[in-house]
């Protein structure tokens, strides 16, 4: 019979091994959570920004009470000037998708940026372009 001497090395680097992947995935895919976070809040408020760019005369009394009217360039407008005025050097590759009124009533906002993993690996992508969508409804009470 033969002893087992030595034969738990190779199995402690192996779990070793495996355990530092995963905790690089880990780490990974959190941050890419975090960057599609950010990313969103900063899509949320130009969106807020972009419900609110109307004027006085563009609110009409309907049934359910008075209504604001959005136009598309009016919500470009205010989203780009919104998204110049606030910090977004952290976002790589920013770049303002659409910013639109669909139905005259909200204002859709669609973003994309650039994110890296912050460790490279060889199961983890060099970088991903990451896309979000925001909607936010004007309301005039």
Known sequence: ???DEGSTLPLTIFY???AIVLALLVV???SLYLERKRLF??????ALVGSEAFAIDDVHET???YRPT???PDVSAAVSAYLSTTPTADFTGLHLERAESEDGRSATVQLSAYWK?????LLVPEGLR???TAVARSVFS
């Open 130 to 132: 990451i896309e979000v």
């Open 117 to 121: 993993p912050p460790v490279l690996t």
């Open 28 to 30: 990974a895919a959190t």
């Open 70 to 72: 959005l136009e598309s």
């Open 63 to 65: 049934a359910a009470g």
């Open 1 to 3: 019979m033969r002893g």
């Open 41 to 46: 809040t900063l899509a949320d408020g130009a």
């Open 16 to 18: 070793g091994f495996l």
